[in-house]
C-alpha cells in the first residue's frame, strides 16, 4: 500500500489541471466516437419517461435494455448530456471531466469523492484496476491527457466499452475506450467503494 508521503507530489502537481488536455478540439488526427441517434427514434407514447431513456442509452450502447437497471444513472447522464466543457465548471453551463464524475458519484451513488480526477484517483474510495476484462458499469476509467501528469482525465464506464465524460471537444458525451486517442492514453480503472470508513 502507498503511503500518503508517497502520493502527495502527484496529487498537487495535477491540481492545477483537474481534467486538462492537450487534445486540440479540431484539426485533431482521432476524434472521440460520440453516438448521437436521432431523438425521435425513442419517443414513443406507450413509454413513461424512463423507458425511453433505457431504451435510448441501450441503442447508444449496443446492448439489451433490459441490461440496464440502473435508471438512476442513466436519467442523470440524459440530464448532463452535451453540457458543455468548462475547466473548473460544476453546473449546467459548463463542466470539466472530474466535477461531472464528481457529481455523478454524489447525486446517483451517493459516494463523495475528491474534486479533482489525481486525487479521484488516489482516494482510498477508489481501488485501481489494470484489467479490462472486469470492467463494470459505474467503473471510473483514468487517462493521462496531459504530458507529464500521472493522471489528467476521468471518466464513467457504462458498457460494451463505452464511457460517459466531460471532454474539452464534445462536453459531456459518450466515448469509445477504443477510440485510437483514449486506448494510448487509456492508465487504470478504479472500482468505486461504497462504505469507506
Same mark, same amino acid.
Given at each position: ?41 425513442? @419517443? ?27 435508471? @438512476? ?53 477508489? @481501488? ?8 463494470? @458499469? ?60
Amino acid at each position: 500500500m502507498l503511503k500518503s508521503a508517497i502520493i502527495t507530489l502527484p496529487i498537487i502537481l495535477v491540481m492545477a489541471s483537474a481534467c486538462g488536455s492537450s487534445r486540440k478540439s479540431t484539426h485533431n488526427k482521432y476524434e472521440t466516437i460520440i453516438v448521437k441517434p436521432p431523438k425521435p427514434a425513442y @419517443e414513443s407514447p406507450g413509454l413513461s419517461t424512463d423507458q425511453q431513456i433505457i431504451l435510448k442509452y441501450a441503442t447508444f450502447l449496443k446492448t439489451p435494455p433490459d441490461s440496464l437497471t440502473n435508471t @438512476e444513472l442513466y436519467r442523470f447522464i440524459d440530464k448532463w448530456m452535451y453540457t458543455p466543457y468548462k475547466y473548473g465548471g460544476n453546473d449546467e453551463k459548463g463542466i470539466d471531466c472530474s466535477g461531472f464524475v464528481q457529481r455523478l458519484l454524489n447525486d446517483v451513488y451517493k459516494i463523495p469523492v475528491p474534486r479533482t480526477s489525481a486525487q479521484q484517483f488516489f482516494t482510498k474510495n477508489v @481501488e485501481p484496476f489494470h484489467d479490462d476484462h472486469y470492467f463494470a @458499469e459505474g467503473d471510473l476509467l483514468f487517462f493521462r491527457t496531459v504530458p507529464g501528469q500521472p493522471i489528467s482525465h476521468v471518466g464513467l464506464y457504462l458498457h460494451n466499452r463505452m464511457f460517459i465524460n466531460a471532454s474539452t471537444s464534445s462536453g459531456v458525451s459518450l466515448a469509445n475506450l477504443d477510440d485510437p486517442y483514449w486506448k494510448k492514453r487509456f492508465v487504470a480503472a478504479g472500482r468505486v467503494k461504497a462504505n469507506i470508513r
